[in-house]
């Protein structure tokens, strides 16, 4: 078994966005108190986790998260998260700062007309500000697009504009077809399409020399070709739960394996793992399609199994957006 890299929890399902491709939005409906979220967080420190990842909803909704951030940090535990920066000021940067936080800023976007067909009307200023924000005390931030239909075609200009707004990385995500996205059938992308973006993205990051990354999305290993653009699979290390501690198989879908407050840290993440491996979903022979004769499917291990779940019924099949 490996060791446990981190704990993704969504602490809140409250949001001050409207974004179309929300995987959150219709799959929950409670999240934990303060007593309950700092138990969590001594589990994730029980279990060996290195870092916690305090995703939403917008987190910085909770009024204890500073409070939680904080206790995770004095139990030797480092802290993400992911936010949309609507509501990012001088003393939250600090804060963040003070706390070493990995901090990534939700964009979807290099203009102000995509931006906000994805993250609705504001959206824009609002996240130049938290920008300008984090870079005037020094707090480091990644900005993230998730790919779709609708903002494809920005792939390669949203290297830049990490670039120009002093991010330290441009993050990019494929769409998942989970939560309000499931529904928004027009956000699907095109598989060609996104090997284009592909491209794109490694050309632009090797015109600045500029690091980018590509999540979820393992066969882009065949294309990327840049030194500076880094391809990252299925996190196989890291466990997912929902917003009240139900330990996910991954955490775009509903399939529950027990709850880290009932059943422990420790306990949770073995039980985790011990499933993927009895599933298959870390044997590539268990590949069907034209997975089984690719070959870097041992690396890729069929691109990701979750997509593959929603849109086909098997984790067997291949990745829907493999356009290999």
Same mark, same amino acid.
Request: overall charge positive; some cysteine; hydrophobic content about 40%.
């Given at each position: 078994m490996v060791p446990l890299e981190a704990i993704v929890w969504p602490c809140t399902l409250r949001c001050n966005g409207v974004c179309v491709h929300c995987y959150v939005r219709g799959r929950f409906h409670r999240e934990l108190g303060s007593d309950e979220g700092r138990r969590l967080v001594a589990e994730a420190a029980e279990a060996g986790a290195e870092m916690l990842s305090f995703a939403g909803g917008e987190p910085l909704l909770r009024e204890d998260l500073p409070s939680i951030m904080s206790y995770a940090v004095d139990l030797g535990v480092k802290v993400e998260v992911v936010t949309n920066g609507f509501l990012i000021n001088d003393e939250t940067a600090r804060l963040f700062s003070r706390l070493e936080a990995k901090v990534l800023l939700s964009v979807d976007g290099a203009s102000k007309q995509v931006c906000e067909s994805m993250r609705g009307k504001g959206a824009w200023e609002k996240i130049l500000v938290a920008a300008k924000t984090m870079r005037s005390v020094g707090l480091d931030f990644i900005p993230?697009?998730?790919?779709?239909?609708?903002?494809?075609?920005?792939?390669?200009?949203?290297?830049?504009?990490?670039?120009?707004?002093?991010?330290?990385?441009?993050?990019?995500?494929?769409?998942?077809?989970?939560?309000?996205?499931?529904?928004?059938?027009?956000?699907?992308?095109?598989?060609?399409?996104?090997?284009?973006?592909?491209?794109?993205?490694?050309?632009?990051?090797?015109?600045?020399?500029?690091?980018?990354?590509?999540?979820?999305?393992?066969?882009?290993?065949?294309?990327?070709?840049?030194?500076?653009?880094?391809?990252?699979?299925? *996190?196989?290390?890291?466990? +997912?739960?929902?917003?009240? !501690?139900?330990?996910?198989?991954?955490?775009?879908? +509903?399939?529950?394996?027990?709850?880290?407050?009932?059943?422990?840290?420790?306990?949770?993440?073995?039980?985790? *793992?011990?499933?993927?491996?009895?599933?298959?979903?870390?044997?590539?022979?268990?590949?069907? !399609?034209?997975?089984?004769?690719?070959?870097?499917?041992?690396?890729?291990? !069929?691109?990701?199994?979750a997509r593959a779940y929603i849109e086909t019924g098997s984790f067997f099949n291949p990745d829907p957006l493999c356009p290999l």
């Open positions: 993230v697009m998730a790919i779709t239909s609708f903002n494809v075609h920005e792939a390669g200009d949203f290297v830049s504009f990490s670039h120009e707004v002093g991010g330290t990385t441009a993050s990019f995500l494929t769409l998942m077809p989970s939560g309000a996205a499931k529904k928004n059938r027009l956000l699907a992308l095109n598989p060609e399409k996104l090997r284009h973006a592909l491209i794109e993205i490694c050309k632009a990051a090797d015109g600045l020399s500029y690091p980018a990354e590509v999540r979820c999305t393992p066969f882009a290993e065949r294309i990327v070709n840049s030194k500076h653009v880094k391809v990252w699979g299925c *996190y196989y290390n890291v466990m +997912d739960l929902n917003p009240v !501690g139900d330990v996910l198989l991954c955490d775009v879908l +509903d399939l529950k394996l027990g709850n880290i407050l009932e059943d422990g840290g420790s306990k949770s993440w073995r039980k985790l *793992y011990s499933e993927r491996v009895s599933m298959g979903l870390l044997d590539w022979r268990r590949l069907r !399609g034209k997975c089984a004769l690719c070959p870097t499917k041992a690396s890729c291990l !069929g691109g990701c199994r």
